[in-house]
Every structure is written in C-alpha cells, then in structure tokens.
C-alpha cells in the first residue's frame, strides 16, 4: 500500500521557515516524479514546486519562487520543501504527491499525501 505521509508544518511568523518532509512507503520513490501542492480554505488546490525523478529538474509556481526549495533523498525515501520568507498568503495545508511527470497539473500525480497544515502569521 502506498503512502505519502506529510509533515514538518505548523505555526511560523511571517518572513520564517519551515521545511516540509514527505515519506514515502509502499514505492520507489526513484521511479516517480514529486511534486508539493497545497490548498488554502475556499480555493482550489494549487501547485507549488515538482522535481524531477534524480532531482536534476525542479520547477515552481510564481508564488514560491526564490523562497521555496524542493529536493529529494531517493535513499530515504523523501522529499522535502524548504519554505522561506514565508508569508501570510503561504497559509494552507500542503500535500505532497508522487507520477509520472514533474508538471503542474494535479491530474499528473497518481499518489497523494494527508497534507500538513501551514499557518503563517503576520
């Protein structure tokens, strides 16, 4: 059985950090593309940041560029979102999800996480 289990969110004041973690179990997480998504209350869920199955390719949503950072440990099975410079509009519960293909699209990744929540005060 597949899981993805999200954690390493919280409370954290405007212009901190956090680092999310994923974990994955029941696949190799060599073998997918990953990707963050998150979803904020009353709105669609929305990309955030995706990687590349080795990790050479990243890519991300105007919202987190120069302040997020996706990477990946294949050999720990998990993925990790460095969050900086957060900001009051970053409050959301974040899902990490593991495909095919590193892209935006929620419909692109077959697995996905619980979510954590994120909360960012000003």
């Known amino acids: 059985q597949v899981q993805l289990v999200e954690s390493g969110g919280g409370l954290a004041q405007a212009g901190g950090s956090l680092r999310l973690s994923c974990a994955a179990s029941?696949?190799?997480?060599?073998?997918?593309?990953m990707g963050w998504f998150r979803q904020a209350p009353g709105k669609e869920r929305e990309f955030v940041a995706a990687?590349?199955?080795?990790?050479?390719?990243?890519s991300y949503a105007d919202s987190g560029k120069g302040r997020f950072t996706i990477s990946r440990d294949n050999a720990k099975n998990t993925v990790f979102l460095q969050m900086n410079s957060l900001k009051p509009e970053d409050t959301a519960v974040y899902y990490c999800?593991?495909?095919?293909?590193?892209?935006?699209?929620?419909?692109?990744?077959?697995?996905w996480g619980q979510g954590t929540q994120v909360t960012v005060s000003s």
């Open positions: 029941g696949l190799t997480l060599r073998l997918y593309a």
């Open positions: 999800a593991a495909g095919n293909l590193d892209g935006y699209s929620v419909n692109m990744y077959d697995y």
């Open positions: 990687i590349s199955r080795r990790g050479t390719s990243t």
